[in-house]
């Protein structure tokens, strides 16, 4: 068996190293230890599907032949491996950024560049690996996070030019800024305080909205972040900053909006930019801060019916299994059906649970394969009525940890939706 591994506490360059070395190792299995930061939690909440890890404790040490190890080099620092530290006859290889380490490797990649991730897309670009943009968007956080944006002195032009691969291959800068907390410093402050001095609040269709104009000085790094702050402190639905730099002669338009009848991203399209529900931004070459201030209040006005509703994404009809199916036969409808999850019904067709591959990782012996279903399955059924918005199905199931919601109409189901449906809407990045 050959094992990937990373360091405890992870972060993203952790996770983005361990998802691209798992490209170069395709048999290799992806271990992430239990301890990851906040940060992470948050990405891994609703994109966990997408990616396939196994844990510490669901590894057989004794099967180990070969481990490869990310973003450390260090024993004390990795989770449930220390059986492997005197193994002779154990295969390790090393990719790591940090020059200090005990652990001895057959091959060691080691590099002082800003981030990790960064030798490993090198490797992938050299050999000519396909990322889908969702990875493409992992790896750049992992290597933003590690560089804080390419502004740390540790940063090598390696870094910018992994980042440029990166952005050439669809990774969104627009998810960087929902899941990387980024720095605060006098420049952003100073802003901050401006915009709060100047506030105005309006109604506009009903809802409570601040769009602040404001004169930068050249670029100015984490506004998205300032205006998360104003739109916060001054307590409304939505607020939009107009950061027009006068030697460039263009404005940075960024919204964030806090109810989901403002959709950000739609209203970023709109004026040539993009984003998602809560969040977007836009770059205009030569444009007016007011003229664009009348554009943003007209498109609001007209997009108070602008909501996804769940019947708009969720899929059907649902494909369900009998409770009574076994388990042997209910792995193959899931592959066959390419899903990763589906309710079970009983004889009534009735929902008596969900099934899912994170239920499978408990069938340990060969005979628990001919075991019906239900020994398996989750009884815990968390659904969602189907005149709710995607929004919402999102909460769901960040606060159940779950990767599907049964949609239901008057206690029938009639729908399902995925993480991966709500990612469709939410960051158009699913790979076609």
């Keep these: 068996m050959v094992i990937i591994t990373t360091h405890k506490g992870s972060d993203f360059d952790a996770l983005a190293s361990l998802v691209a070395a798992s490209l170069l190792y395709p048999d290799a299995k992806p271990v992430l230890p239990t301890s990851i930061n906040a940060n992470l939690k948050g990405f891994l909440s609703i994109h966990k599907d997408l990616f396939t890890f196994y844990s510490p404790k669901d590894i057989k040490l004794e099967h180990v032949k070969t481990?490869?190890?990310?973003?450390?080099?260090?024993?004390?620092?990795?989770?449930?491996?220390?059986?492997?530290k005197d193994r002779k006859d154990l295969e390790i290889i090393i990719w790591d950024h940090h020059s200090e380490g005990d652990i001895k490797a057959n091959e060691m990649n080691i590099r002082e560049t800003g981030a990790t991730v960064t030798m490993l897309v090198e490797e992938i670009k050299k050999k000519r690996k396909l990322i889908t943009p969702i990875q493409s968007t992992l790896f750049l956080m992992g290597l933003y996070e590690d560089t804080g944006n390419l502004t740390f002195p540790s940063t090598l032009p390696e870094d910018a030019y992994a980042a440029g691969f990166l952005l050439d291959r669809k990774a969104d800068l627009n998810i960087l800024a929902t899941f990387l907390r980024q720095a605060y410093g006098k420049r952003q402050k100073d802003i901050l305080f401006h915009m709060i001095q100047k506030a105005q609040r309006k109604e506009v269709s009903r809802f409570s909205i601040s769009i602040s104009k404001v004169e930068v000085d050249g670029r100015i790094q984490n506004l998205a972040m300032v205006l998360q702050m104003y739109r916060e402190i001054v307590n409304v639905d939505a607020a939009f900053g107009i950061f027009k730099d006068v030697e460039r002669n263009r404005c940075m338009v960024i919204g964030r909006s806090n109810i989901?009848?403002?959709?950000?991203?739609?209203?970023?399209?709109?004026?040539?930019?993009?984003?998602?529900?809560?969040?977007?931004?836009?770059?205009?070459?030569?444009?007016?801060?007011?003229?664009?201030?009348?554009?943003?209040?007209?498109?609001?006005?007209?997009?108070?019916?602008?909501?996804?509703?769940?019947?708009?994404?969720m899929s059907y009809p649902v494909v369900t299994v009998h409770q009574d199916k076994t388990v042997e036969e209910v792995a193959m409808i899931l592959r066959d059906k390419g899903c990763t999850g589906m309710p079970v019904v009983d004889n009534d067709n009735h929902m008596?649970?969900?099934?899912?591959?994170?239920?499978?990782?408990?069938?340990?012996?060969?005979?628990?394969?001919?075991?019906?279903?239900?020994?398996?399955?989750s009884r815990k059924i968390v659904s969602i009525p189907y005149d709710k918005s995607a929004m919402e199905a999102a909460k769901l199931m960040i606060k159940h940890d779950i990767g599907r919601l049964p949609v239901m109409k008057k206690g029938e189901l009639i729908g399902i939706i995925t993480r991966s449906d709500a990612m469709t809407y939410f960051y158009d990045l699913l790979p076609d």
Excluded: C, Y
């Design 260 to 313: 989901d009848e403002i959709n950000i991203g739609l209203l970023m399209r709109s004026i040539g930019g993009g984003g998602h529900p809560g969040a977007g931004s836009a770059l205009l070459k030569a444009a007016n801060p007011d003229a664009i201030e009348e554009i943003l209040v007209e498109l609001i006005s007209g997009n108070q019916h602008s909501t996804v509703m769940l019947v708009d994404i």
């Design 352 to 377: 008596v649970g969900i099934i899912s591959r994170r239920d499978f990782k408990r069938v340990r012996k060969s005979n628990h394969m001919q075991s019906p279903i239900k020994a398996f399955m």
């Design 67 to 84: 481990m490869i190890v990310v973003d450390t080099h260090s024993w004390s620092r990795l989770e449930g491996m220390n059986s492997l």
